[in-house]
């Protein structure tokens, strides 16, 4: 099984992605399921459209999609109301962008929805690799304040900050990496190599439409590992991540 940890979908500043287009590329590349966050707007501020956006994707695939859930903390209680009645409309996890959201990743501001997260029993994705605020590091260090709640290092800090990843990773055992855009000779296999990292700490995902999705499958398909790592990347170990495994 292969499932996309992280696409995008609507309208957004660059690019755009329909729901029933991103079905026909998963089709055509063997994907059986996606995770999907709204667009960047979306993300930003309003939280209600996207989550209405993602919710109502996922329900209408079939279970093909998995809807995430977002709200900017800056609202406090208002945000966890979003994401209460997200998780009713049939979110699974909860994705945070702190660039776009405008807050630090350790100043405290995200812990209200990492309690609701952990309640909920959602992983969480945070995309990294922005400077000064979206960085592999300082995302290690809030995911170990969190020894509960799993945590997807998303973009895994590509592409300057890809030298964070390793230690960010052995840092934080409930951290794990993501691989899109990473390639398999030198990230995915520094990975591979490090010793409390592995196979099992990474997660496929395509970060559509900001990549190239054939590129994303193909170069976890061509990368010379075991079936059974090829398989926990794929889609095993986010199945256990989602409580499926």
């Not at 695939?61 to 800056?74: I, T």
């Not at 296999?189 to 190239?212: C, K, M, N, Q, W």
Request: proline share 7%; hydrophobic share 45%.
């Amino acid at each position: 099984m292969i499932i996309d940890a992280h696409v995008r979908i609507g309208d957004g500043r660059e690019v755009s992605l329909k729901p029933a287009d991103l079905l026909t590329t998963m089709d055509a590349l063997g994907i059986d399921q996606a995770m999907v966050a709204p667009s960047e707007r979306c993300i930003a501020y309003d939280n209600r459209e996207g989550n209405a956006a993602t919710t109502a994707a996922a329900r209408e695939s079939n279970g093909r999609l998995l809807a995430y859930a977002v709200a900017n903390p800056w609202p406090g209680r208002a945000a966890l109301d979003e994401l209460d009645r997200a998780r009713d409309d049939g979110a699974v996890a909860l994705a945070v962008d702190s660039v776009l959201q405008g807050f630090d990743l350790l100043d405290g501001l995200l812990d209200p929805l990492l309690d609701f997260a952990a309640g909920a029993g959602w992983f969480v994705y945070v995309r990294t690799g922005t400077p000064a605020n979206a960085l592999p590091l300082p995302l290690a260090s809030l995911a170990r304040r969190r020894p509960e709640l799993p945590v997807v290092m998303g973009k895994s800090g590509a592409t300057d900050f890809w030298i964070d990843a390793i230690p960010a990773l052995l840092h934080a055992t409930n951290l794990y990496g993501d691989t899109s855009y990473a390639p398999w000779d030198t990230v995915l296999s520094g990975f591979l190599a490090e010793p409390g990292i592995g196979a099992e700490r990474l997660v496929f995902a395509t970060d559509s439409p900001y990549t190239v999705p054939i590129a994303e499958v193909d170069r976890i398909r061509d990368w010379p590992v075991d079936p059974e790592q090829q398989a926990a990347v794929f889609g095993g170990n986010l199945a256990r991540l989602l409580g499926r495994g």
